[in-house]
C-alpha cells in the first residue's frame, strides 16, 4: 500500500498515550512541561525546538524518541544533558532537579552523540582516561575497564593505544559507547549511536545496547532514525513533532492504535508518518542537518 | 572521595590532556619554537643595530615577554576553541567538574609550557648576543614572572570567554586582548613615553609591573624587595582578576546554554 501523508495533530493537542500506569516510585527521568526556545537572529521569531514536551521514564527503561529532523529530539536530549538551560518547566533525573541539582545530576548520566567527538590525535586509551579522570575514577581501573568493555565491542587491546583518528567511523563510535558505559551511568542518553554505521558496527551496537538492558538494568533515552533498531529496543516509543511529544507508547500499541485509527498498516513507518506528516526518505535525506535541531 | 580531592584529580586530566596533545602535534611545537625564536632575535637586533647594550637587553626581554603571553594566551582560549574544534566542548561540560577546576587545569599547564617555551628563548637569545647576564637577579625575574602569570591567567580566563561566545571568530578575538597588552604594557617601549591617559591606562596592565620587575632584575640586578613598588599591585590584580575571570566564564557557560552556543561547530 502507497504511504501517504497524515494530516498532523493540532499543536494544542496533548500526545495520545494508550497505556499509562504510572509508578509512585522515583522516576528515571520525569520531564514536565519543558519548553526551549532559540533566537537566530537579533530581530528574527524565536524557534521553539521543544514545545510543553512532558513524559516520564521508570527505572531500567529504554525509551525511544523518534521524530523528524529539527523535531527537537537533539534539543530534548541536550536540556536532560545539562548542555541547555530551560526555558520552563522541570526535569528531574532519579529525583534530582536537574537545575537545582545539576552536579548530581551530572554524575549520573552520559551521552553519545551522532558523532564521536574525541580528541581525534590522541588514542582511545588516552581519551577514555581522560573521560575518566573528570568523572573522579581510577586512571589504571578506567583502563582495565575501558579494555573490557572494547573486547566486548569487537575492538582489540592492541587498538587501544593508536591515535583515534586511525579508527573506522564505526569503532570510533563504539570507543564513545565505550567512554560513556565507562562513568557507569544510571541514565543513558543515546543520540541517534548508530547512524551513519555500517551493518555490522549497527548490529554491534545494537547488540551491546540490549545486553545493558537485560544485563545491567541501564535506564536508557534512545533517539534515532531507524524503526526497526527502535522497536527491537525500546520497551515504549516517543514521537516529536515540532518539538511537541504528540504520541507514545509501545511499539504494538502505536501500530496498533495507527491500523484502529487511521486505517494504515500496522508498522512503526505507518506510525511514524501518521504522528509526523512526512515520509521516512524526506527524513533522512535531510540527516546531515540533524545537529541543527 | 573529598570534593577537592576530586577536583583535584579532575584538574589533573587537563594537564595530562594537552600534555599528550601537545606530544602529538610535536612538528607544530617545533614550528612554534622557531617562529618564536625568529621573532624574538628580530626584535632584540634593533637594539644591537643602535650599538645599545641596554635597548638590547631591554627589547629582549619584551620580545620574551611576548612570546610568554602569546603562549599562556592561546592555549587558555583554545580550552573552548580547541575543544569546539573537535567536538568534545559538550562532554567536558557535561562532566561534573567545577568549571575553576577546569580552567585551573588548562592554565596550570599553560603557565608551566609557556616557562620552559620562554626559558628556552631567552637561553638561545643570550647564547646568540653573548649577554652578560652576571649581574641579574634571577629570584627577582622569576618572582615577577610568577606573580605576573597569576594575573595573566585572570585576563586569559576572561579571553576564553570569546570563544564560547563567538562560535567562529572567538579565538581570533582574544589577539585583541593580546594586543592591548602589547600597547599598554611597556613591551618594546618606556611607558612614560605614551600619552598621560595611555599611561592611566597602562596602570591597570599586570604586563607593566612584570615587565618593569623583570628588567630591574636582570638588567640592574634590583632585588624583590627594593621593588614592592611593583609586587603589591601584580598581588592585587591577581587576586581580582582570577575570581573574576572565573565569575565572568560561568556567566557566559550560562549564556552558551541558553542560547545554545556548546554545539559543535566545524
Redesign the interface.
Known amino acids: 500500500m502507497a504511504l501517504s501523508l497524515a494530516p498532523r495533530p493540532t499543536v494544542a493537542e496533548p500526545p495520545i498515550r494508550p497505556s499509562i500506569s504510572p509508578s509512585h516510585a522515583v522516576p528515571a527521568l520525569l520531564i514536565e512541561h519543558v519548553t526551549k526556545r532559540?533566537?537566530a537572529g537579533r530581530k528574527k521569531k524565536p524557534v521553539v525546538a521543544v514545545n510543553d514536551v512532558s513524559l516520564r521514564i521508570e527505572r531500567g527503561e529504554v525509551y525511544g524518541v523518534l521524530g523528524a529532523n529539527g523535531g527537537g529530539k537533539s534539543?530534548l536530549i541536550?536540556l536532560v544533558?545539562?548542555?541547555?538551560?530551560l526555558d520552563s518547566g522541570r526535569v528531574e533525573v532519579f529525583g534530582h532537579d536537574i537545575e537545582r541539582d545539576e552536579?548530581a545530576v551530572?554524575?549520573m548520566?552520559?551521552?553519545v552523540?551522532v558523532?564521536a567527538?574525541?580528541?581525534?590525535?590522541?588514542s582511545p586509551a588516552?581519551n577514555l582516561?581522560?573521560?575518566a579522570?573528570?568523572?573522579?575514577l581510577d586512571a589504571a581501573r578506567a583502563r582495565q575497564e575501558a579494555i573490557r568493555i572494547l573486547s566486548r565491542l569487537g575492538i582489540k587491546e592492541s587498538r587501544l593505544t593508536r591515535?583515534l583518528e586511525q579508527m573506522s567511523r564505526g569503532m570510533q563510535q563504539k570507543v564513545a559507547i565505550a567512554?560513556s558505559i565507562l562513568t557507569s551511568p544510571t541514565l543513558l542518553l543515546l543520540d541517534e549511536p548508530t547512524t551513519g554505521l555500517d551493518p555490522r558496527s549497527k548490529l554491534d551496537v545494537q547488540s551491546f545496547i540490549e545486553e545493558l538492558r537485560d544485563s545491567h538494568g541501564a535506564t536508557i533515552v534512545l533517539t534515532t532514525h531507524d524503526l526497526v533498531e527502535a522497536e527491537r529496543l525500546c520497551d515504549r516509543i516517543g514521537i516529536l513533532n515540532d518539538g511537541r511529544l504528540v504520541v507514545e507508547g509501545t511499539a504494538d500499541q502505536l501500530k496498533e492504535m495507527v491500523a484502529r485509527d487511521h486505517g494504515e498498516d500496522p508498522t512503526l513507518q505507518a506510525v511514524f508518518m501518521t504522528y509526523t506528516g512526512r515520509s521516512l526518505d524526506d527524513d533522512v535525506e535531510e540527516e546531515s542537518a540533524e545537529?541543527d535541531e | 572521595?573529598t570534593t577537592l580531592a576530586?577536583e583535584m584529580?579532575?584538574s589533573?586530566?587537563f594537564v595530562?590532556?594537552n600534555f599528550?596533545?601537545t606530544k602529538?602535534?610535536w612538528g607544530w611545537e617545533v614550528g612554534w619554537l622557531v617562529y618564536a625564536l625568529a621573532g624574538a632575535l628580530s626584535i632584540t637586533l634593533i637594539g644591537q643595530d643602535q650599538g645599545d647594550q641596554r635597548l638590547l637587553i631591554s627589547l629582549l626581554i619584551g620580545a620574551v615577554f611576548w612570546n610568554y603571553v602569546s603562549i599562556v594566551f592561546s592555549f587558555i582560549a583554545e580550552t573552548v576553541a580547541w575543544e569546539r574544534w573537535?567536538?568534545?566542548l559538550?562532554?567536558?561540560?557535561?562532566?561534573?567538574?567545577r568549571r575553576y577546576t577546569q580552567l585551573v587545569g588548562s592554565t596550570f599547564f599553560a603557565v608551566v609550557y609557556g616557562l620552559i617555551h620562554t626559558g628556552f628563548v631567552l637561553l638561545v637569545l643570550t647564547l646568540f648576543f653573548g649577554l652578560d647576564l652576571s649581574r641579574a637577579d634571577f629570584v627577582t625575574a622569576a618572582t615577577f614572572t610568577l606573580l605576573g602569570s597569576l594575573s595573566l591567567v585572570g585576563i586569559g580566563m576572561m579571553a576564553a570567554i570569546l570563544p564560547l561566545l563567538y562560535v567562529e571568530r572567538g579565538a581570533q578575538m582574544t589577539f585583541v586582548l593580546q594586543s592591548l597588552l602589547l600597547l599598554f604594557s611597556g613591551v618594546y617601549f618606556r611607558i612614560e613615553i605614551l600619552p598621560h591617559w595611555m599611561q592611566v591606562v597602562s596602570s591597570f596592565s599586570p604586563g607593566t609591573y612584570l615587565l618593569d620587575g623583570v628588567r630591574r632584575g636582570l638588567m640592574d640586578g634590583a632585588p624583590v624587595t627594593a621593588l614592592l613598588h611593583d609586587v603589591w599591585p601584580l598581588v592585587v590584580m591577581a587576586v581580582i582578576l582570577i575570581p573574576l575571570g572565573v565569575w565572568m566564564f560561568g556567566r557566559a557557560e550560562?549564556y552558551a546554554?541558553?542560547?545554545?552556543k556548546?554545539?559543535?561547530v566545524g
Open positions: 532559540f533566537v534539543t541536550r544533558s545539562t548542555l541547555l538551560t552536579m551530572k554524575r548520566i552520559n551521552r552523540s558523532d567527538a574525541f580528541f581525534k590525535k590522541l588516552e582516561v581522560y573521560a579522570r573528570l568523572y573522579g591515535p567512554r545537529d | 572521595m576530586r584529580k579532575a589533573y586530566a595530562e590532556r599528550y596533545l602529538r602535534y573537535e567536538g568534545t559538550e562532554y567536558t561540560f557535561m562532566a561534573p567538574i550560562r546554554k541558553r542560547t545554545g556548546l554545539k559543535r
